[in-house]
């Protein structure tokens, strides 16, 4: 079901008989919902799979038919019974997805791939986060939203919120441009007051 994976199907090798399939198998793995009488012995996938992948060999899942499942003595032929667990009441799952799930369970038993991941971001230092804490409170004093000379706690609460969000030097570079528009934004407020006449005023003569 992976993009690309057409050289796996191209390379699958097609028997008649179920016997036939198990050759050169050295632990062969049925799949079923339920325990059978007289069957292997049943278990969860992962914690078995783990310790079971030093030693397997050439290990096979078989799978029964989307609609009957395996044949009692088809899980009769195999080592081991493993039960994929699943919600009381919906454990038939569909068959390509149990197959999704044991693959990647055994894929993860012999270690997982490598996930390509991006670049880690810089992260601001305390210097920067300081830094960005002053500039704050000169824009939000500027705004009128807060008394420079009584800030109670909000600068320290800002001090919390910034280290608990782990800012990059992007993230701070963005919040010091915002900054700078609420001064412009407060500079050009103050300026119009300044500038627009008290009402009864009388215009001062030219």
């Known amino acids: 079901m992976a993009s690309g ?11 008649p008989t179920f016997a036939d399939a198990l050759d050169g198998v050295t632990l062969a793995c049925a799949t079923a919902m339920t325990p059978r009488d007289f069957g292997p012995p049943t278990h969860a ?3 078995w799979l783990a310790a079971a992948a030093p030693t397997a ?5 078989v799978f029964g038919s989307e609609r009957f499942g395996m044949q009692n003595e088809d899980v009769y032929r195999c080592h081991v019974c493993l039960s994929i667990p699943t919600m009381t009441g919906y454990g038939s ?6 197959v999704q799930l044991l693959a990647y369970e055994w894929r993860q038993a012999l270690g997982s791939c490598e996930v390509v991941t991006t670049s ?32 109670r706690k909000l600068i320290a609460r800002l001090n919390r919120l910034f280290n608990r969000a782990r800012l990059t030097v992007e993230e701070v570079q963005i919040l010091h441009g915002i900054v700078r ?5 407060g500079a050009a407020v103050s300026q119009a007051r300044a500038t627009t006449p008290k009402a009864g005023a009388r215009p001062r003569d030219q």
């Open 181 to 185: 528009s609420m001064e412009a934004a």
């Open 57 to 61: 060999g050439r290990l096979a899942f």
């Open 120 to 151: 880690a971001d810089r992260r601001a230092d305390g210097a920067a986060i300081q830094r960005l804490l002053t500039h704050a409170e000169s824009g939000l004093a500027t705004l009128g939203y807060l008394d420079a000379k009584s800030p």
């Open 45 to 47: 996938p992962r914690a």
């Open 5 to 15: 994976a057409g050289d796996v199907l191209l390379s699958a090798r097609i028997v």
């Open 93 to 98: 799952l569909n068959l390509a997805q149990a």
